[in-house]
């Protein structure tokens, strides 16, 4: 199963390469995330893969959106014979030097990649340890939580650097806006009606997905995805304008800042493994809710931002 998925990552990259129509892209690309969501899941990393559809998910729509609102501007002012002429050598270059570079690097992966065995010396100390140090009984929260909890702290300071930055970069200054131009999903009434049942589905699953990171695939991070994802279908659905962008703003800060302090209080301390087992998973429930929220509200601003405030 693995190996066919691998083929189809070859045919849907020569499919991404050749195509020249946006929607289709877009539709290909989400075909590529859910083929690398399937290879996760089939190689042992649940959580991971459910990230992965997650990420896809809202990516997709995001983009479908935004081509949704773009799309209108395109002006075609070329003659026939030009615009032939550069398709034939956006083609070729868009098709032939990027699968050549491709087999270049994939030659010199397999020449270079080494052959002796695996050390699973850090991989068996995870797996032995982290039931009564972290707690809890998914091994990757408690890495992400416990062992690796620097990077998380680095990770959920990237997205407020990226939120911020998107929202002094972007032309409008406008932190809300009353109404503006809904998407065009609103004219349909199957879509309309199967989307509000999908709207309950994906919030309960998300805080599903939070309340239970520590016992079973999923956290805060996928969580947070899903609870952003409630509110994009909202938008296309409803009207999201009604949302209080600025409050978000505050919550995410506040979030980040109350996330810092328990982990300096809790993990840099080293107190937490004295604690008894539900403590640990009191620490850890709070802390996959913090991180979801966090990532709800970063993912929330950023559709925000680019398809309510600067939709024209």
Same mark, same amino acid.
């Given at each position: ?7 189809? +990552? ?95 690097? +994939?030659?010199?992966?397999?020449? +270079? ?185 970063? +993912? ?13």
């Amino acid at each position: 199963m693995v190996y066919a998925l691998f083929l189809l +990552f070859v045919i849907i990259a020569v499919c991404i390469l050749i195509e020249e129509r946006n929607i289709r892209l877009i539709i290909y690309m989400t075909i590529f995330s859910l083929t690398a969501s399937a290879s996760f899941f089939f190689l042992g990393s649940p959580d991971v893969a459910m990230a992965e559809a997650a990420v896809g998910a809202f990516t997709t729509i995001f983009f479908v959106v935004c081509f949704e609102k773009y799309d209108d501007l395109k002006v075609d002012r070329l003659p026939q014979s030009v615009k032939k002429v550069q398709k034939n050598k956006k083609r070729w270059k868009a098709l032939v030097l990027p699968l050549g570079f491709t087999v270049l690097l +994939f030659g010199l992966f397999l020449y +270079f990649m080494p052959d002796g065995e695996v050390n699973t010396y850090l991989k068996e100390q995870y797996l032995s340890r982290f039931m009564y140090e972290i707690g809890g009984e998914n091994a990757v929260t408690a890495i992400y939580l416990g062992y690796r909890v620097y990077d998380t702290l680095f990770e959920a300071l990237v997205l407020i650097i990226s939120v911020i930055a998107v929202s002094h970069m972007s032309y409008s200054s406008k932190e809300s806006v009353s109404d503006g131009r809904h998407s065009d999903v609103e004219r349909s009434v199957v879509v309309v009606t199967v989307m509000r049942i999908v709207c309950a589905v994906v919030l309960l699953f998300g805080v599903y997905l939070i309340f239970n990171g520590h016992i079973t695939a999923g956290g805060g991070f996928q969580g947070g995805l899903f609870i952003a994802i409630f509110f994009v279908c909202r938008y296309l659905i409803y009207n999201i304008y009604d949302l209080p962008i600025k409050k978000m703003f505050r919550l995410e800060e506040f979030i980040f800042f109350f996330t810092l302090l328990i982990v300096i209080f809790i993990v840099f301390l080293g107190v937490h493994a004295h604690f008894p087992p539900t403590f640990q998973a009191i620490y850890m429930v709070v802390m996959n809710l913090m991180i979801g929220l966090k990532v709800g509200c970063g +993912f929330v601003i950023l559709f925000y931002r680019f398809i309510a405030i600067e939709r024209g």
